[in-house]
């Protein structure tokens, strides 16, 4: 069984964020305005549907210790209680309206079909007759057991979009959460750490015979795969290197609140 799980945190060590040429590009201080923009708009309608697919798992699992631990994980990402945040979905809006993106659009945007793809393979493993297990390693074990995203250069989410994008604290604070925080050298945050133990011990507790280890991997790799392609949508959409870099702007946040 630990080399089941292993397998499946060795898939997405392979596949992990920073291999996309997207995030190679902002973890450098390459991106421009246009590409942070098109950044929040495309990853906005997958985010704001994660704790109902969290939801969808925990509703199936009979152990109430492990399934707890999945409702704490709701209920920090729709409070921030926990942390002494705020909803984390919310941090996420407040990064877009400092790179030019009016909270009032997110709700409105129609997803392009790399984005619909995203979502509905989440939601079908998370909250359909598919077992629950292919949802945990797809989802919860892909969004937080994410190795860190950490350039070459030594930059995390966090530290690019301070230092050289020079974002304000408003809209930093999703990055201190999110496999991006530099507090330590593995750029992790010790709730996403948490989150991803709690998914490695319900795989190791519920998924155990080859079907459902065979369909977890299945899922997983559909996951990865939906997954970059989405991220070079993103990124064919968005960038132009011939664009000026972005650098923020005192007040131009203000004026998409």
């Known amino acids: 069984m630990t080399d089941f799980v292993d397998g499946l945190d060795r898939m997405i060590r392979e596949r992990r964020k920073m291999t996309s040429p997207l995030y190679q590009t902002i973890l450098t201080g390459k991106a421009t305005e246009r590409l942070l923009a098109e950044f929040v708009r495309h990853r906005w309608p997958i985010k704001s549907m994660w704790t109902r697919n969290i939801l969808g798992i925990a509703s199936r699992i009979e152990d109430y210790r492990l399934r707890s631990l999945l409702v704490e994980n709701v ?3 729709e409070t921030g209680a926990l942390s002494g945040s705020k909803r984390h979905l919310e941090t996420f809006a407040d ?3 400092s790179v030019g993106v009016p909270r009032e659009s997110l709700s409105t945007e129609d997803p392009r079909p790399e984005t619909r793809a995203v979502i509905e393979h989440n939601v079908s493993v998370c909250n359909s007759d598919v077992h629950f297990t292919a ?3 797809s989802v919860l074990l892909l969004m937080e057991g994410q190795p860190p995203i950490v350039s070459d250069g030594g930059n995390s989410m966090l530290s690019v979009m301070r230092d050289v994008y020079a974002l304000p604290a408003s809209g930093l604070e999703f990055f201190v959460h999110h496999a991006s925080a530099d507090h330590d050298a593995d750029a992790v945050s010790e709730l996403e750490d948490e989150h991803a133990d709690a998914a490695r011990e319900l795989l ?15 899922a997983l790799a559909r ?8 991220f070079d949508m993103i990124l064919a959409a968005g960038y132009d ?5 972005f650098r923020y702007q005192q007040g ?6």
């Not at 190791?204 to 299945?218: D, F, K, S």
């Open 75 to 77: 209920y920090e990402e």
């Open 223 to 230: 996951a990865l795969e939906l997954r970059h392609r989405h």
């Open 95 to 97: 990064f877009g309206v």
């Open 135 to 137: 949802g945990v390693a």
């Open 252 to 257: 131009s946040d203000d004026d998409n609140a």
């Open 204 to 218: 190791r507790r519920y998924c155990t015979t080859p079907e459902l280890q065979e369909g977890a991997r299945g």
């Open 241 to 245: 290197p011939s664009e000026p870099v």
